[in-house]
């Protein structure tokens, strides 16, 4: 069984000088407590424990020990004279009688691994599939690595429109990949390998190069106000040099800033890294447009429309889709649109599909965005589609 606490970063930074190992020492003890006879742990570094049980143990009654040493880590500490609150998640690789110690770690931090993912204080117990999952992920991003160097990754281009005349504003840059024999796979495949890999900042670079010299383009092709909106990972954001690489990219294509609108997502705005939301600042005062994808679908606060630099909402398809039936998401509609007006915000609707929805939204956005309008396309279907 392999522990390892959810968060103790931000406890040690809470409690300072030493508070951190008192936490450890606290948890040692209720953990040595909750084991059965003849079982052992041991402090494996930082904040993980193994728990070694003997040969012959069932999953069932190793997943309870478990569960019953998470219960007993959360109970609260109190530590001079403070409150705290820790969890801890748990891989449990149960042997089968020829595997050596590293792959039976290797494999309970597989399943240590999907536990956190599953959020704080599981137990989860290693399967095949996870070490499956794992090896896909593993192809995943070397295939990735090769599909960059080989060109094979391309953008699409979704119009975007002035609901009130139907006028082309601008673009979204939406990533695909063009897998050899597969077609054009989707960015719901491999993102989550991309986003989270070595080569988020790496690709995430070249999709804003690629998108700025496009928008460029069909600027000077007659285009005259196009802008582009293209998507950010959170690698990107916080990486130092971020502010640089926009603006050099801008330089370097000839774009001017307020042609470019940045979209980022609640769980890149959520994390609150100092950093991100001064690069954000900075982004904005020099005129970049940043959106704000999927409004209205998380758990951000309203104040973070004051204390982020935005310029844009982007509502989320999911309350266009019933737009026509469902009173409840004109409210919500409503109630977004007002807000924007009065936060000095612009409003694009996601995923309009039908003209309904079309005259249902030109009372609540600015612009629209969705199949009605036009599917993400290849940069040469985009410029016969409009004509170019
Ligand atoms: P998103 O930013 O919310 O992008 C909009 C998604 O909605 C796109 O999916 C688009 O194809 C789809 N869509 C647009 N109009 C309609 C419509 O009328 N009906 C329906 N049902 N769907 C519509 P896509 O291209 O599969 O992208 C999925 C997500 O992947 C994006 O969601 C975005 O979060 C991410 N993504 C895509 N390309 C990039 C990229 O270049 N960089 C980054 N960082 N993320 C990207
Ligand atoms: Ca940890
Ligand atoms: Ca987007
Ligand atoms: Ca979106």
Redesign the pocket.
């Known amino acids: 069984l392999l522990f390892d606490l959810d968060g103790f970063k931000a406890v040690n930074d809470s409690l300072g000088h030493s508070g951190g190992d008192e936490v450890l020492k606290v948890v040692a003890d209720r953990l040595s407590k909750c084991l059965d006879e003849g079982w052992e742990a041991a402090r494996l570094s930082g904040d993980e424990f193994a728990v070694l049980i003997p040969d012959g143990a069932d999953p069932l009654q190793a997943t309870a020990v478990a569960e019953r040493a998470i219960r007993a880590i959360e109970e609260p500490i109190l530590l001079r004279d403070q409150v705290t609150h820790i969890s801890a998640s748990v891989g449990i690789k149960l042997s089968d009688g020829n595997s050596s110690v590293e792959q039976m770690l290797r494999n309970a931090d597989l399943a240590l691994y999907d536990a956190k993912a599953n959020g704080r204080g599981h137990a989860r117990l290693f399967t095949h599939d996870l070490r499956r999952a794992a090896n896909d992920r593993a192809t995943t991003a070397m295939e990735l690595q090769d599909a960059f160097e080989d060109g094979d990754l391309e953008?699409?281009y979704?119009p975007q429109v002035r609901l009130r005349d139907g006028a082309l504003v601008g673009a979204?840059?939406?990533?695909r990949w063009n897998y050899p024999y597969r077609g054009v796979l989707?960015?719901?495949a491999f993102?989550p390998v991309l986003?989270s890999g070595p080569l988020a900042v790496p690709v995430?670079n070249w999709?804003l190069s690629t998108a700025c010299r496009q928008a460029a383009r069909w600027r000077a092709e007659g285009l005259s106000d196009f802008r582009i909106g293209?998507?950010?990972?959170a690698a990107q954001l916080r990486s130092p040099d971020f502010v640089e690489t926009v603006v050099q990219t801008l330089a370097e294509c000839g774009l001017p800033a307020e042609a470019l609108e940045l979209?980022v997502?609640e769980n890149i705005i959520l994390r609150k890294e100092g950093a991100t939301i001064s690069h954000l600042a900075k982004l904005r005062s020099m005129g970049v447009g940043i959106a704000f994808?999927?409004f209205g679908t998380g758990y951000a606060s309203l104040t973070m429309l004051k204390e982020i630099a935005i310029t844009r909402l982007k509502v989320d398809?999911s309350f266009v889709r019933e737009i026509e039936w469902s009173g409840k998401d004109q409210a919500i509609v409503d109630a977004i649109a007002r807000m924007a007006k009065g936060c000095d915000l612009t409003v694009i609707a996601?995923?309009?599909?039908t003209e309904e929805q079309a005259d249902l939204m030109r009372d609540y956005a600015d612009e629209g965005?969705?199949?009605?309008y036009g599917?993400?396309m290849t940069a040469r279907a985009f410029e016969e589609h409009h004509g170019l």
């Open positions: 953008l699409y979704q979204e840059a939406l990533i989707s960015p719901a993102l986003e995430g999709i293209v998507n950010l990972f979209e997502t994808d999927d398809r996601e995923g309009i599909e965005q969705g199949y009605l599917r993400p």
